[in-house]
């Protein structure tokens, strides 16, 4: 991929600035993550839980992710060749005042007409940032499958937005189906999980690879990318199995089961001889990242996979701990390993020293603890056990997280 002759100084500061606020949104996110856990396992009255919880997620998905991913692949546009237009900059504003008028609502009123107006900012976000970078995307020297990828990532991120626009209707209508309120939540987890944030991971990936000069078949990425993106919508059905649904959505489940899965060994195939060429090269702390992150994104595929078996499927959806497992095996496992793998491989975040390295390993080790803990609980739930500290455990986990996240974000800070 050739590179540009030129990018400003400016726009490489502003970025780096944008990367140091969206790594202390990660920080806030792990701090409403302790605040959960401390009220599971002890009695703290003052903070509603579902209240906090909401607050938690929305924050999560726009404050972090979100925000994190708008500003790498803002980041590969200006590498690309587009300098930073004062439009990103507005988009940035509006997406993080979106993102904290959500969390100071959400803590306070849970839904109502405060939240949902900060829930429409975060809305128009999106629409204005996937046409801007749409059209942006044609100025760029980015290859193939990079392009196929962000265009993909983009019209994920417009299709989830139907997810609350269905609950509205919903509320509006007086449609009491459970089945549709938590079809319409699985509906924007799934297009903000499988598509915008899956797609905008593998075209940072992709990019980054081809930035390298690594021996990537650029015809058999855009295969794997386009497998994966022609899976997407179909693999919506996965989520509904929980419902008992009729014998083609059943189908069309396992089918996209398995085109996700053939995607994944094509995935496979062009990262191993990507690795070899790797080795003896810098940024070891980034392959390590990952290559955790690319775990994680196998094990998500398989286990959607194997959701389609009934008996797997009943416990995948019988047991909210597995739910919550799911859901942050692919925030955090996958997401954010690879994020911040991505903004240390590119100089923009520093975490060089050992107190640092301690903090990313005692993130890690946290995030993993948090997983390993959620899974037991739920076996031993379907024996009939119940584990009366698993709450505490959990505790643990989210203080190690936020332990981890301090020392890189304090130095940001300054």
């Known amino acids: 991929m050739a590179e540009p002759l030129y990018v400003r100084m400016e726009d490489t500061h502003r970025l780096k600035i944008w990367t140091r606020l969206s790594l202390i949104n990660l920080l806030i996110v792990s701090v409403l993550g302790v605040l959960l856990r401390y009220k599971g396992a002890f009695y703290f009255p003052a903070v509603d839980y579902k209240y906090l919880l909401n607050a938690h997620s929305h924050f999560a998905f726009s404050g972090w992710v979100t925000t994190a991913l708008f500003v790498a692949l803002t980041y590969v546009l200006v590498r690309s060749g587009v300098p930073l237009s004062h439009a990103y900059r507005y988009q940035f504003r509006l997406n993080q ?3 904290f008028g959500m969390l100071v609502s ?6 109502g007409p405060i939240s949902i107006f900060f829930s429409a900012l975060s809305v128009i976000f999106s629409y204005w940032f996937s046409i801007r970078y749409w059209l942006d995307i044609r100025k760029s020297r980015m290859p193939p499958p990079v392009t196929a990828a962000i265009r993909l990532a983009l019209v994920f991120l417009v299709l989830s937005t139907a997810g609350p626009f269905l609950l509205a209707y919903s509320t509006s209508h007086g449609v009491r189906s459970t089945s549709f309120y938590y079809n319409s939540i699985y509906l924007y987890l799934h297009f903000q999980y499988n598509g915008w944030f899956s797609f905008g991971v593998l075209a940072l990936l ?6 390298g000069s690594f021996p990537i078949n650029k015809r058999l990425a855009v295969w794997t990318i386009g497998l994966m993106g022609a899976a997407c919508v179909p693999a919506y059905c996965l989520s509904l199995l929980w419902t008992a649904p ?9 089918t996209a089961a398995l085109v996700q899965l053939s995607a994944l060994l094509l995935l496979v195939s062009l990262l191993w001889k990507a690795f070899v060429a790797w080795r003896g090269r810098p940024s070891r702390l980034a392959v390590i990242l990952w290559g955790l992150s690319f775990s994680a994104l196998a094990l998500k595929i398989v286990l959607q996979a194997l959701s389609v078996i009934p008996t797997l499927g009943r416990f995948a959806f019988s047991f909210r701990p597995v739910i919550i497992a799911y859901l942050h095996l692919v925030l955090l496992a996958f997401v954010t390993f690879f994020l911040i793998g991505f903004f240390s491989a590119e100089n923009m975040l520093d975490i060089r020293g050992p107190i640092k390295r301690a903090g990313l390993a005692a993130f890690i080790t946290g995030v993993f603890a948090n997983e390993c803990i959620l899974l037991l609980q739920s076996l031993m739930a379907t024996r009939g056990i119940a584990w009366m500290s698993a709450p505490y455990f959990l505790f643990a986990a989210a203080l190690c997280m936020f332990a981890g996240l301090l020392p890189l974000t304090t130095g940001r800070i300054k």
């Not at 959400?106 to 839904?111: A, C, L, T, V």
């Not at 992709?206 to 930035?211: E, G, H, K, N, S």
């Open 97 to 99: 005042l979106a993102s």
């Open 106 to 111: 959400f803590m306070i009123q849970g839904y």
């Open 206 to 211: 992709f990019w980054t690879l081809f930035a």
């Open 246 to 254: 009729p014998l083609w959505i059943r189908v069309t489940a396992g």
